[in-house]
């Protein structure tokens, strides 16, 4: 698609009040063009006593936190750092704050961020590989050490650093100015940094806070997100206003008052996350990223004196408990776009992020990294005694051994040998749904602890886009749907035509659960039945036309990268991983049954519907920018009366 036809069907989602704002935008970057604010008045001072963020003492560190820091010091400051908390770059000493270094392309630009088009960078170069150095991870641990350990070369480092970053990226120039949440992720991280280095009198840190946060504070406010672009986002552009207005509230004479940024927070938390504790973009590695944005906005307005609505409250507090119960324990696969995104670097090791967070959910003491950083906090709801959350059991339902979200849409069942995760959620949040997948009535299932069939995960956001097309597919995920469907269309990054309709939940007589999604072409329909004493689980899959005439439907059994299947028997496979395995059976009335066990199989391309996506088919994505291959089994239901079964049995083997 051409970039002219993306922004008409871009614009065509819009209403109104959001053509509108763009029009808005478009004369706050002519007249910031013309001439900035002058900003020499400010001193961005924090006072005597700043509201946030207060600190736990250095000598409470545990010493796991301790090794932790002086291992990040010396990768640090070697230029051995991660990118998206596990891909390894080496980055130079000052870094090229420009740069993708993964690729080693430096496009280091004082051009006006208003005339960078940050989709569609030269030589291969990914936006996200650039905006992560910016993002400050890396200081701030530098900061944490410095605080914790006492390390004065990391304060000093950082400090310099930070006056690289500042001489090299100008106010509204470059890269590194094109996105309002990178500026409020900065504003969260400088918070954090000038708290984290007050024992380290410095007059260049203080030069930095005149220089840095008044242009940060006006852009954030002046560019945040609206309308169909009002994602987590606003969430996180909302959460740097905050943090730095509460820090230094001579700040919101450029931005708006703390008033009015509660407000506005308080509105989106309420619109983003559902009444079930579920994140509307139905991507779950931004649900973390959100809350956690969401959170320290709380603490924030919570130690700057200010009261904090009770349904925002209870809102945060199911959300997290969402997550620990969706995010299965052990191999986490997300669903959605996900670029496993964090705020601030709380936790021992990037790779283990998300069951860190997970395991401070549950009990603050047994995630020993985050509970020194929040758990001794005034101003948190966490104490060494247990979690932090008790949200009401209303929340969620419970039907036959289900634990349903019926508004975001989510089933889970757990047992000794299975856990299931049951998508039956809407395409994603507002018109663009912007990082939703077409998972509908897509089935994720672990074996003792092992992930067996999977979501396909993202891939890259811009680095190859019939890959990312693939995996957002209803070809990638296993959910059944027509062959040669082609609504929703995607078209392209962000954007979807339109919506289908939200899945319907339909509990049975005993323990199955089924759901219903009603497509131009005909209602799709899964069950799924629970097998005795715990062996396995039954699918049952069918497609009911609108009108009369012959069809076709498919579901494609993707399985988990290092799993090895192999034909056992006619329609009987097993599926080995990580020393267990099962076994599938697939019933006669499936129309075809094709394994493919190898990536260069002979029959890798009668799999895919068109040579151009036979390259795709039976990729996957477990983490951002990293991609493996796996096995997958697909299965064609014909045309059929009443009496025809399509059914897909997983059972456990005997010698797992």
């Not at 994140?279 to 779950?284: F, G, M």
């Not at 969620?396 to 000794?416: P, T």
Request: hydrophobic share 40%.
């Amino acid at each position: 698609m051409s970039k002219l036809q993306w922004y008409w069907h871009r614009l065509r989602v819009m209403e109104p009040s959001e053509i509108a704002a763009h029009v808005r935008k478009k004369f706050c970057q002519w007249s910031d063009e013309q001439e900035l604010p002058d900003w020499s008045s400010i001193s961005a001072q924090t006072g005597e006593r700043p509201a946030f963020p207060s600190l736990p003492p250095a000598d409470l560190a545990p010493l796991v936190l301790r090794e932790a820091l002086q291992r990040d010091i010396r990768d640090i400051l070697g230029g051995r750092w991660r990118a998206f908390g596990h891909l390894e770059i080496k980055v130079d000493d000052p870094p090229g704050w420009q740069t993708d270094y993964l690729i080693g392309k430096n496009l280091e630009t004082d051009e006006l961020a208003f005339h960078l088009d940050h989709r569609r960078l030269p030589g291969g170069a990914d936006i996200k590989l650039i905006w992560e150095l910016s993002r400050w991870h890396q200081l701030v641990r530098l900061a944490m050490a410095a605080h914790v350990l006492g390390a004065e070369h990391a304060a000093r480092k950082c400090i310099e650093w930070l006056g690289h970053w500042a001489s090299h990226n100008q106010p509204y120039r470059g890269w590194n100015w094109t996105s309002a949440l990178e500026v409020g992720m900065r504003l969260v991280q400088f918070a954090w940094m000038d708290a984290l280095l007050e024992g380290y009198p410095d007059v260049e840190l203080k030069r930095l806070r005149a220089e840095i946060l008044p242009a940060h504070v006006w852009f954030a406010w002046r560019y945040r997100s609206f309308g169909s672009s009002a994602n987590n986002h606003r969430l996180g552009e909302l959460a740097g206003l905050i943090l730095a207005i509460a820090r230094w509230p001579e700040l919101a004479r450029w931005a708006a008052s703390l008033d009015e940024s509660q407000r506005l927070w308080e509105r989106e938390v309420l619109a983003q996350f559902a009444e079930d504790g579920g994140h509307r973009e139905q991507a779950l590695n931004y649900h973390l990223f959100s809350w956690e944005f969401c959170w320290q906005a709380r603490a924030a307005l919570a130690a700057a004196g200010r009261e904090i609505s009770g349904e925002v409250e209870e809102r945060l507090c199911r959300a997290a408990d969402f997550f620990v119960n969706v995010q299965v324990e052990g191999e986490a696969w997300d669903y959605g776009d996900s670029d496993n995104a964090f705020v601030t670097p709380f936790f021992l090791n990037a790779k283990n992020a998300t069951a860190e967070w997970r395991d401070w959910f549950r009990h603050p003491a047994s995630s020993p990294a985050i509970h020194y950083w929040w758990g001794q906090m005034e101003n948190s709801r966490s104490d060494a005694r247990g979690s932090p959350f008790t949200p009401a059991e209303t929340s969620v339902g419970m039907q036959g051994g289900w634990r349903i979200y019926s508004e975001s849409g989510f089933a889970l069942s757990r047992s000794r040998n299975w856990t299931l995760r049951w998508d039956v959620s809407p395409l994603g949040y507002l018109s663009t749904a912007a990082h939703g997948h077409l998972d509908a009535l897509h089935v994720s299932i672990w074996f003792r602890g092992a992930a067996m069939v999977i979501d396909p995960g993202t891939g890259a956001y811009y680095e190859d886009n019939n890959l990312r097309t693939y995996l957002a597919s209803w070809e990638a995920h296993n959910g059944p749907h027509p062959v040669g469907l082609d609504f929703p269309k995607r078209l392209g990054p962000f954007l979807w035509a339109a919506h289908h309709a939200e899945p319907n939940l339909k509990p049975g007589a005993d323990t199955s659960l089924s759901g219903e999604l009603s497509l131009p072409s005909g209602l799709v329909k899964r069950t799924l039945v629970p097998q005795d004493r715990d062996l396995g689980w039954q699918v049952h899959d069918t497609f009911q036309p609108h009108g009369r005439g012959r069809y076709e439907f498919c579901v494609r059994w993707q399985f988990a990268p290092g799993a090895r299947l192999e034909e056992v028997a006619d329609r009987r496979f097993r599926v080995s991983r990580n020393g267990v395995s099962i076994e599938i059976q697939a019933s006669f009335d499936w129309v075809e049954v094709r394994a493919v066990t190898e990536k260069d199989s002979s029959v890798l391309l009668s799999a895919a519907k068109s040579e151009s996506e036979a390259r795709s088919v039976g990729t996957v994505s477990s983490v951002f920018r990293k991609t493996e291959w796996g096995p997958l089994l697909k299965l064609v239901g014909g045309s059929s009366d009443k009496s025809c079964v399509f059914s897909t049995t997983f059972l456990a083997c005997g010698d797992s």
